[in-house]
């Protein structure tokens, strides 16, 4: 596995999705490459701080601004 392929994984690894083949490979090469171990360990750090934010989904827009917005741009091109 190279680092590439580690940050496909990485939110399957944190999630403990990985079937156990590709999650032994992902380990070896953290094991091996310290800048995938950083980059691993700040991932999660991100992950915790967007949780932390309650934005661990994407945010809802509400339909009134949608609305809104659309509506300018009509109001534009007219």
Known sequence: MNCRE???FLHDYIEGE????VRAEFERH???????????????QT???SEA??????P???E???KAVLGT???LKT
């Open 6 to 8: 580690v940050s496909g």
């Open 18 to 21: 990985l079937p156990e083949d």
């Open 30 to 44: 953290l094991d091996a490459c310290t800048n995938c171990h950083e980059y691993l360990a700040q991932y999660r």
């Open 47 to 49: 992950v915790a701080r």
């Open 53 to 58: 934010l309650g934005r661990r989904d994407e």
């Open 60 to 62: 809802e827009i509400p």
């Open 64 to 66: 009134d601004l949608v």
């Open 73 to 75: 741009i009509a109001a």
